[in-house]
Every structure is written in C-alpha cells, then in structure tokens.
Nanobody
Framework: QVQLVESGGGLVQAGGSLRLSCAAS????????MGWFRQAPGKEREFVAA????????YYADSVKGRFTISRDNAKNTVYLQMNSLKPEDTAVYYC????????????????WGQGTQVTVSS
C-alpha cells in the first residue's frame, strides 16, 4: 500500500505563488506515475499535472500550462507542484494521486489518493 500526504495549501492573492508537496510512504517502489488533481465546489475532479517517477516525463492540463510546474525528488519520495500566477479560478482542493502504471488525466485509473489540501486564491 501507498500513503500520500499533501501540504502547502493556503490563502494567496491573485498573481501570487504557492508550492504544494506530496509525500509518499509505504510501498513507494511500486509507483510509476504521480499526479495532481483539483476539485472546486460543485465541479468534477479535474486533472492538473502528472509526472513519471523514473523518467520525469511531465503532462499538464491546458488551463495550467506555463503557470504550474510539477517536479519530483525520488530520494525523498516527494512530488511538488509549483503554482505561479495564480488566478481565482485555481481555487480548489488539490489532491495528490499515485499509480503503478503510466496514467495521466484519468482520475478513476489512479490507485492511491491523498486527503487533499485547500488552495484559495482571492481577487
């Protein structure tokens, strides 16, 4: 089993930055893909970004390209999401997810999920 814990969320003004962290524990050797998703009130869970642990290939939703950067530190079993130029529409609970195979934007195909961290962007 894999456990995921997100941190780094908070309140920030539009145009500001935040860096989210996702620490993985347990059977981390089995992880192939790590992803970030977000869910705003009344909306479906939305893909944000993904990265492969071994090769570092990255994937982004069109809505965050050029603003968000996903990265990883395999030695620390940690994935990061650097969020710049934040907009009010980025407000959501952000979730970290992991899978044993290559998965990008399909939330239902991820095996493990964290509890989420709240990101609020004020106008």
């Amino acid at each position: 089993q894999v456990q995921l814990v997100e941190s780094g969320g908070g309140l920030v003004q539009a145009g500001g930055s935040l860096r989210l962290s996702c620490a993985a524990s347990g059977r981390t050797f089995s992880i192939y893909t790590m992803g970030w998703f977000r869910q705003a009130p009344g909306k479906e869970r939305e893909f944000v970004a993904a990265i492969t642990w071994r090769g570092g290939s990255t994937y982004y939703a069109d809505s965050v390209k050029g603003r968000f950067t996903i990265s990883r530190d395999n030695a620390k079993n940690t994935v990061y999401l650097q969020m710049n130029s934040l907009k009010p529409e980025d407000t959501a609970v952000y979730y970290c997810a992991a899978d044993r195979s290559l998965v990008t934007g399909r939330a239902r195909e991820y095996d493990y999920w964290g509890q989420g961290t709240q990101v609020t962007v004020s106008s």
